[in-house]
């Protein structure tokens, strides 16, 4: 078996290591997720510094070993400059970043993921520095298409209860619908209210079953067949927020392959999307999304400096 192998991939994380060394867990398209050592790539000449810098996509030959491969050649293909001269394109990316890891499988081609990645890295590096907001709108954009390709998508077309479509009413400014994260997505409202009575009714005809009275002996006569008629309700789900017609509308739109033309009155809106899909991808993956706070961090400084 060779003991050297060729890939292509985009790092996503790395760790100091020893004095000079790094490792770097990058995602490729013919192995999946792999960790390599960059060997002497915090030294200041030398020439796996650069290279093995977060979102470069590199051409690697790469040794094997017993516990960590080990980088021997890389050649740079692409970088995304321009994510590190913003921080909320940078914050963003390692959203996406954190995503990855949780998706990507090692030792088998994950081309697919690769390829999706690099299109929405792309797309947050291009994005004009005065559309500030817009970067929550293109980052939920990401998330959803990743979350698709991982047969996570939350259902925002039709009702999980009913599987009716749901169509926003824009011209009601009360209109609402549910979204639940155990249950998978959207939720109409009163298809909601009717199964929680329902179920309320129920439960009220149990508590009221005739109890025998003191003066009256219960019947002991052997019975001949005895039958016990069992009844599953359907489960309620617990809503975990509210959209208004606007935000449904905006979710909807996430399945697109482009996000449509962003109108800036609607930047809050994109906001509590983006919210609501981390808490379902944090459901779904089984773990909180760190790079997220910097997100936060990078929302509450831009409104106070717009406020």
């Known amino acids: 078996m060779s003991r050297t192998y060729k890939a292509t991939g985009i790092n996503l994380k790395t760790q100091a290591l020893g004095e000079s060394d790094r490792i770097v867990t990058i995602l490729t398209r013919e192995f999946g997720l792999i960790r390599a050592v960059a060997p002497g790539s915090r030294k200041h000449n030398s020439s796996l510094g650069g290279r093995s810098g977060m979102f470069v996509v590199n051409e690697l030959l790469i040794a094997k070993g017993r516990s960590l491969d080990k980088i021997t050649q890389a050649q740079t293909l692409k970088t995304y400059p321009g994510l590190a001269k913003d921080l909320g394109k940078l914050s963003a990316s390692q959203y996406l970043a954190e995503i990855v890891l949780c998706q990507a499988l090692s030792e088998q081609p994950q081309e697919e993921l690769y390829e999706l990645l690099n299109e929405h890295l792309h797309r947050l590096e291009v994005l004009p520095k005065t559309e500030t907001f ?24 039709v009702c999980c209860l009913t599987q009716q479509p749901l169509r926003p009413d824009v011209t009601d400014a009360n209109w609402q619908v549910g979204f639940s994260i155990p249950a998978g997505g959207t939720v109409s409202l009163d298809a909601w209210e009717r199964l929680r009575t329902e179920g309320k009714i129920g439960r009220d005809r149990e508590n009221s079953k005739p109890i025998p009275s003191a003066n009256r002996p219960i019947d002991q006569s052997p019975q001949t067949s005895s039958y016990q008629t069992v009844a599953h309700r359907q489960e309620i789900p617990a809503i975990s927020s509210r959209l208004s017609s606007t935000e449904l509308a905006m979710f909807q739109q996430l399945s697109q392959p482009e996000i449509m033309q962003i109108n800036p009155a609607q930047d809050f809106g994109w906001l509590s999307v983006e919210q609501i899909l981390r808490q379902y991808a944090q459901y779904h993956l089984g773990r909180p999304i760190r790079s997220a706070t910097l997100i936060d961090s990078y929302f509450a400084a831009n409104h106070d400096a717009t406020v």
């Open 134 to 157: 817009s970067i929550y709108a293109y980052l939920a954009h990401a998330v959803f298409h990743l979350l698709a390709l991982a047969g996570l998508t939350p259902q925002v077309q």
